[in-house]
């Protein structure tokens, strides 16, 4: 870390303030979940999904596995339902989603917003 003062001696205030460090830790905690995806495999088809339940949070409508292999058939992508159902298990088992019975659907944990949120702003 490069550190600038006017003098020899570092005061308190030549420190950056914790936000520097913070967005740094974000950063590397990012890296981490993206290569835990990649090494997953199939991660075009995770990320594909961890879209998809993102927007429907976002219009506020929870959607199933239905719905995303109706996407999916749109996009180009060709998923069909066994094959979503298989993928949002391997993502429940690593924490990006939590599934429940029924009318409750599928959500995003944290882990699986700010992967969905990194995604969606680059634009995959």
């Given amino acids: 870390m490069l550190a600038v003062c006017e003098d020899d ?58 719905q995303i292999a109706q996407k999916a058939k749109e996009k ?11 993928r949002m298990n391997i993502l429940e088992e690593h924490g990006y989603l939590v599934k429940s019975k029924g009318r409750a659907g599928t959500k995003l944990t944290k882990k699986g917003k700010r992967i969905a949120e990194k995604l969606m702003a680059n634009g995959s």
């Fill in 76 to 86: 180009g992508h060709p998923l069909k339902e066994p094959q979503i159902r298989q």
């Fill in 9 to 66: 001696v570092i005061r308190f205030s030549d420190i950056p303030e914790a936000s520097f460090f913070q967005i740094k830790l974000l950063d590397r905690e990012d890296r981490k979940e993206e290569e835990e995806i990649e090494k997953l495999g199939n991660a075009e088809e995770l990320h594909f999904i961890l879209c998809a339940l993102y927007q429907g949070m976002l219009e506020n409508c929870l959607i199933g596995r239905k």
